[in-house]
């Protein structure tokens, strides 16, 4: 500080001026306030800030490049040595591992939901994928591949079980993401018997929570806060309208209207100023702005869905095997089969009956036991339940995601 400005008088309050300097009774400064000098000190602050930011968002840069090269030569190798691009197994070491690094520091969940966007965009600079799902366009199906494959892969939706098979064997997709679980509304593979013609088998399988949202047109300024305005009329399907039940009860004072498919909800919500009723995705997939989440009834519970290819995924080391029996319509012959996996020492984590198109005196059923198909213990339980059972397969071997 030179004399001057050390000999120079204080100068006097002004009456008409706050603490801070400010017109009395003016309003508070932007957050930005000081990077074109007034609030110089927290300008000087917030700017040292930002450029810490962007200097670690070039590193952050730099090293996604490093990797990305590194993907695309470890994609080489997969070619040569004949393997998929999509490594279920490894994928899920790299994400348990990632978890692990951040613990304390970042949202576990949110820093698997990066890596998955990571790892997505390096298969699709290995090899462009086709991903079938079976169901349509925002569904609950369309949630589970998004989580599993990330925006990398090139996405096509098919109602029909027998299109499913057909594809994947014709080599027209690469995987298919399907659900395997009745009791719901949304779309499930029932022609399980297809399997028995087919090389198709499960390679992964994938939990995803089915939440649900309600968003405005893209190009539109969605409300603040999180409450639906009470007059805009919401639109959704059958499936996701009788899931927020509790919601649309307080909407009184608009339509609540039905919609056969999700694109017919978002054409009619954006022609007529209303809102859509929708799974996540929707936002990701389309570009319309969220307004409210978590609307569903029942709070969020995971709904398992199952990727389908032509190839066997190796072990993991907490794996589970699913089965596909056909059992004779005789006393006895469910008990034949627990009697096996008890005898193994096998845990049944899932049994779920099925309809069959093999004959009414059929009963069909899909069995989910702990372990790898390669694993000793399932391997000899399998080849017992072959004897005790009119027709069986093993529909495939995976990474078990809820571990």
């Known amino acids: 500080m030179t004399k001057d400005e050390h000999d120079r008088p204080e100068a006097e309050p002004d009456p008409a001026k706050d603490e801070a300097g400010r017109p009395d009774g003016g309003p508070e400064p932007a957050e930005d306030a000081g990077v074109d000098g007034s609030d110089s000190g927290r300008g000087d602050a917030l700017g040292r800030l930002r450029s810490d930011i962007d200097g670690i968002d070039r590193q952050l840069v730099d090293l996604l490049s490093e990797r990305l090269q590194i993907a695309l030569e470890i994609g080489k190798a997969k070619v040569r040595a004949g393997h998929s691009f999509f490594d279920p197994v490894r994928e899920r070491r790299v994400l348990?591992?990632?978890?692990?690094?951040?613990?304390?520091?970042?949202p576990p969940d949110r820093i698997e939901s990066i890596y998955r966007e990571i790892i997505s965009a390096s298969r699709t600079a290995q090899a462009g994928e086709m991903v079938l799902i079976h169901g349509a366009p925002g569904s609950i199906a369309h949630e589970a591949a998004h989580l599993r494959f990330g925006t990398g892969p090139r996405f096509d939706w098919t109602p029909n079980?027998?299109?499913?098979?057909?594809?994947?064997?014709?080599?027209?997709?690469?995987?298919?993401?399907?659900?395997?679980?009745?009791?719901?509304?949304?779309?499930?593979?029932?022609?399980?018997?297809?399997f028995l013609h087919s090389s198709a088998e499960v390679f992964a399988e994938v939990a995803v929570r089915s939440t649900l949202s309600v968003f405005a047109?893209?190009?539109?300024?969605?409300?603040?806060?999180?409450q639906?305005?009470?007059d805009a009329p919401v639109f959704g399907t059958p499936a996701n309208l009788a899931r927020a039940s509790a919601f649309l009860s307080t909407r009184t004072e608009a339509p609540v209207e039905v919609a056969a498919t999700l694109g017919d909800a978002l054409r009619a919500a954006e022609s007529r100023g209303g809102m859509v009723l929708a799974p996540p995705v929707v936002g990701v997939t389309f570009g319309w702005s969220e307004v409210a989440g978590g609307v569903q009834d029942e709070s969020a519970r995971k709904r398992r869905f199952f990727v389908l290819a032509t190839r066997s995924a190796p072990p993991s080391g907490r794996d589970r095997t699913l089965l596909l029996l056909v059992l004779?319509?005789?006393?006895?012959a469910l008990h034949g089969v627990t009697e096996v996996l008890v005898e193994s020492g096998l845990n049944l984590s899932w049994m779920e009956p099925k309809s069959s198109h093999l004959g009414s005196w059929d009963h069909l059923f899909l069995f989910e036991i702990d372990g790898h198909r390669e694993d000793p213990a399932v391997a000899r339980a399998?080849?017992?339940?072959?004897?005790?059972?009119?027709?069986?397969?093993v529909l495939g071997s995976y990474p078990h995601e809820f571990a």
Not at 217 to 226: I, K, L, Q, R, Y
Not at 328 to 332: F, M, T
Not at 382 to 393: I, K, N, S
Request: glycine share 10%; with cysteine; charged share 30%.
């Open 328 to 332: 004779a319509n005789r006393s006895g």
């Open 382 to 393: 399998v080849e017992r339940l072959a004897r005790r059972t009119e027709v069986m397969r």
């Open 217 to 226: 047109p893209p190009g539109t300024t969605p409300p603040s806060g999180t």
């Open 96 to 106: 348990d591992k990632v978890r692990g690094l951040a613990g304390h520091r970042y």
């Open 228 to 230: 639906v305005p009470l």
């Open 161 to 194: 079980d027998a299109d499913v098979f057909g594809r994947l064997a014709d080599g027209s997709c690469d995987y298919a993401v399907v659900s395997l679980e009745g009791r719901s509304l949304e779309l499930s593979v029932e022609r399980l018997d297809l």
